[in-house]
């Protein structure tokens, strides 16, 4: 009822957990594995290890959560290794997220890649927005075409592209131009609302040390952000160019709106971080539901079916 294929792999869920939330440590990977997601996806790493920014750096709140981790990581080979390995044992779909802070870091560590027995899926994660002084690269538009241009002259393998989200229909139009020249698996759209700012008013002082309290925002706040570039970018791209949903998933009709809007695969960030694992059971049945009631016996037959009002 719920499966998804993906680079020709048959999945039993379109779901995975977003990039960032419960994939820093292979015990955490492993849980992932043995949950209902139908894949998994690595914390975002850089090449060597990262402590990441003083803490507190996370805040849950009523409606989603605020983050400014800075990248804290194990390093490139620590996630490398595992993902190799359960290859090998026959693990068929996989994600590795990456990024580096500059230009020639970036072009370095996808080199590894290519060169490494990795066969999986990476993405390139071109949206952190809480590294101090390093803007989100997604935000440059000449420096991505710059960028993906030379990987796409030595990167052979599956990749994929993690995104901020854009808020201006303009922005979409340039953004699709710059990728539609490009071979790639996926978008994933979008990562979180960068530098929002909570307060807790009884302190009167804001809930996350780093950058004066400005972090990147997930959960319900954003899910009209999330559906709209989803959206936009189904809209534009190449169909070849598949389309990953994340941001604001709480429940079953939350993955069904991604899905309609022409969803791929479907992350889930804030609600598995407060949730834990069995949010992906929890979602599954709640998609089936709706499914049910409303007469679909595949994801297929309501993908990117949006109706806009004549
Ligand atoms: O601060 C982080 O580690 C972080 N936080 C986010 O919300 N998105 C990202 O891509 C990253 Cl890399």
């Known amino acids: 009822m719920l499966k998804t294929n993906f680079l020709g792999v048959e999945l039993a869920s379109p779901l995975m957990n977003a990039s960032g939330v419960h994939c820093m440590?292979?015990?955490?990977?492993?849980?992932?594995?043995?949950?209902?997601?139908?894949?998994?996806?690595?914390?975002?790493?850089?090449?060597?290890?990262?402590?990441?920014?003083?803490?507190?750096?996370?805040?849950?709140?009523?409606?989603?959560?605020?983050?400014?981790?800075?990248?804290?990581?194990?390093?490139?080979?620590?996630?490398?290794?595992?993902?190799?390995?359960?290859?090998?044992?026959?693990?068929?779909?996989?994600?590795?997220?990456?990024?580096?802070?500059?230009?020639?870091?970036?072009?370095?560590?996808?080199?590894?890649?290519?060169?490494?027995?990795?066969?999986?899926?990476?993405?390139?994660?071109?949206?952190?927005?809480?590294?101090?002084?390093?803007?989100?690269?997604?935000?440059?538009?000449?420096?991505?075409?710059?960028?993906?241009?030379?990987?796409?002259t030595f990167f052979t393998k599956p990749l994929g592209v993690k995104l901020p989200p854009y808020f201006d229909i303009a922005h979409f139009d340039e953004m699709a131009t710059i990728l539609n020249k490009f071979p790639l698996t996926y978008v994933n759209s979008v990562n979180s609302i960068g530098n929002g700012l909570c307060i807790n008013i009884d302190k009167e002082q804001v809930v996350i040390k780093p950058k004066g309290g400005f972090g990147g925002l997930g959960g319900e706040y954003i899910k009209p952000t999330a559906l709209a570039n989803v959206r936009a970018f189904r809209e534009r791209l190449n169909p070849n160019i598949k389309i990953i949903g994340t941001g604001g998933v709480i429940n079953g009709k939350d993955v069904f709106e991604h899905i309609l809007c022409g969803a791929d695969l479907v992350q889930v960030g804030t609600t598995l971080h407060k949730e834990g694992v069995d949010v992906f059971t929890r979602l599954n049945e709640e998609l089936k539901v709706i499914m049910k009631e409303k007469g679909y016996t595949s994801l297929e037959q309501f993908r990117g079916r949006l109706k806009i009002i004549e």
């Open 25 to 152: 440590s292979i015990e955490e990977l492993e849980e992932l594995a043995n949950s209902q997601a139908g894949a998994f996806i690595t914390k975002t790493a850089t090449q060597l290890e990262r402590e990441g920014n003083s803490k507190p750096r996370y805040y849950d709140t009523k409606l989603g959560s605020i983050n400014s981790m800075g990248l804290p990581n194990k390093g490139l080979d620590y996630y490398l290794n595992y993902v190799i390995e359960r290859q090998q044992q026959g693990t068929q779909l996989q994600f590795l997220s990456v990024t580096e802070m500059s230009y020639e870091e970036n072009i370095n560590l996808l080199s590894k890649i290519q060169r490494s027995g990795y066969q999986g899926v990476t993405e390139f994660n071109l949206s952190c927005p809480n590294v101090p002084g390093k803007p989100q690269i997604a935000y440059d538009f000449e420096l991505t075409k710059k960028l993906l241009s030379e990987v796409f």
